[in-house]
């Protein structure tokens, strides 16, 4: 069994910064990629980035330029460092990983979600 815990979410005002991360822990084999994916009030859950074990990456547009993931592959933890912060990036961040665990099974994971807030 799996699992990640993400911490970091908080109420920030518009132009702030936040650090989320994301600790993937259990039998793991693999981890390939891990991603931040956030869902705001009455709206789709939606891709914010991802990263491979590489380190290629992929990002939303609405937060090109702005947030940054990055990956501690020694410790199983995916970072998003977010700033400039607006009040639309207000949501319940979820960290998700594909995990390779017990069986030889890759297995998608996600976290319990992170509120982060941001005031006009």
């Known amino acids: 069994q799996v699992q990640l815990v993400e911490s970091g979410g908080d109420l920030v005002q518009t132009g702030g910064s936040l650090r989320l991360s994301c600790a993937a822990s259990g039998r793991i084999f693999n981890i390939n990629p891990m991603g931040w994916y956030r869902q705001a009030p009455g709206k789709e859950r939606e891709l914010v980035a991802t990263i491979t074990s590489t380190g290629s990456t992929v990002y939303a547009d609405s937060v090109k330029g702005r947030f940054t993931i990055s990956r501690d592959n020694t410790k199983n933890t995916v970072f998003l460092q977010m700033n400039s912060l607006k009040p639309e990036d207000t949501a319940v961040y979820y960290c998700?990983?594909?995990?390779?665990?017990?069986?030889?099974?890759?297995?998608?994971?996600w976290g319990q979600g992170t509120q982060v807030t941001v005031s006009s």
């Open positions: 998700n990983a594909r995990i390779l665990t017990t069986g030889w099974v890759w297995r998608d994971s």
